[in-house]
């Protein structure tokens, strides 16, 4: 099955610094990737992403890249701020996984702190 | 409107209690799911329906128990659990593969529960 790998799993950046999280899968059917932002208390909120048939896609501060050839893809946050602060999980998926359903699999998360 | 809510917020049962989790939305979707989340882990899933029918069980323990009752809500029901079952309990919605527009599955802000 699916196993995505995450790195790093703590980063301290300085505000307006850019941070990057890097994600890799092993399963080359995985076509879908989505990144979410988990604040204390609260349940993950999607922030960007992308599927397979895309290298790029941006939006505002967030951009995602994706590599099919590496099976690698990273979330590139510019001009950090302290509100970024959260943990961030990296998933893929294979959408014709059953053909019923979209079912995620998790890297392990990375605990970003934006210092002000 | 990408709102998925669950009730109750923080519920604390005892091992011999009987409770349900609630969550419901009202987008369209017709997948839903049941996450499990430990700190500082990622979210594990554990049951989908699709079309109000059971489509996954990642092998759960028949002490937690999932109803669909129609398409905006979901019910996890609860009985006999044990400590180690405390943990944030996450709903999530999204549309269905292969016609779906729209990959993206959206969370709610999650049941905290603890089991003594």
């Known amino acids: 099955g699916e196993n995505v790998e995450q790195h790093p799993s703590t980063l301290s950046v300085q505000e307006g610094d850019s941070a990057v999280i890097k994600c890799t899968y092993s399963?080359?059917?995985?076509?879908?990737f989505p990144w979410y932002k988990q604040e204390l208390g609260k349940g993950p909120q999607l922030i960007i992403d992308?599927?397979?048939?895309?290298g790029e896609k941006k939006d505002q501060r967030i951009a995602v890249t994706l590599n099919k050839t590496a099976k690698h893809f990273s979330l590139h946050i510019t001009e950090t701020q302290p509100e970024d602060s959260a943990v961030y999980f990296c998933?893929?998926?294979?959408?014709?996984?059953?053909?019923?359903?979209?079912?995620?699999?998790f890297g392990t998360g990375t605990l970003l702190a934006v210092q002000p | 409107d990408t709102e998925v809510t669950q009730t109750p917020k923080h519920l604390v049962m005892g091992m011999t209690n009987k409770k349900s989790l609630k969550c419901e939305q009202h987008m369209g979707h017709r997948a839903m799911y049941w996450y499990k989340q430990k700190a500082k882990k990622p979210p594990e899933l554990m049951f989908v329906?699709?079309?109000?029918?059971?489509?996954i069980n990642e092998s759960v323990p028949s002490r937690f128990s999932p109803e669909c009752p129609n398409s905006s809500l979901l019910n996890l029901h609860l009985h006999a659990l044990q400590p180690e079952d405390s943990a944030l309990y996450l709903c999530a919605s999204s549309q269905t593969p292969p016609e779906a527009e729209s990959y993206e599955q959206y969370f709610g802000p999650g049941t905290r529960l603890t089991v003594t």
């Open positions: 399963d080359s059917a995985s076509n879908y």
């Open positions: 329906y699709s079309y109000e029918k059971l489509s």
């Open positions: 992308i599927r397979s048939n895309v």
């Open positions: 998933a893929a998926a294979s959408m014709n996984y059953g053909g019923a359903t979209n079912k995620l699999i």
